[in-house]
């Protein structure tokens, strides 16, 4: 079974950046489907961005240009570069395969909270 632990949320101003991070365990990631997902208050959990074992992306339109996904398989790792936030995306950001594995698969999340 496969676990992710995310980090690097925070509070940050309209307009600035942060990185977010995702560790995998075990050793099915280099070959999974990664997305980053938000939640945001009172709304159902949606998928932001997604990458491939390759390296391939795909991003919702509300996110291109501004956030970027990667990873790293040898680290068991997953990113979102996240730019030029706005208040609305204030969120609990979590990271999952594409389609997420199962209910017993999600982390705590990490807290992204855009506010001036």
């Known amino acids: 079974q496969v676990q992710f632990v995310e980090s690097g949320g925070g509070l940050v101003q309209p307009g600035g950046s942060l990185r977010l991070s995702c560790a995998a365990s075990g050793s099915l990631f280099r070959i999974l489907v990664m997305g980053w997902y938000s939640q945001a208050p009172g709304k159902e959990r949606e998928r932001v961005a997604m990458i491939t074992s390759s390296g391939s992306t795909t991003y919702a339109d509300s996110v291109k240009g501004r956030f970027t996904i990667s990873r790293d398989n040898a680290k068991n790792t997953v990113y979102l570069q996240m730019n030029s936030l706005k208040p609305e995306e204030t969120a609990v950001y979590y990271c999952?395969?594409?389609?997420?594995?199962?209910?017993?698969?999600w982390g705590q999340g990490t807290q992204v909270t855009v506010s001036s």
């Open positions: 999952n395969a594409v389609p997420p594995i199962g209910p017993a698969s």
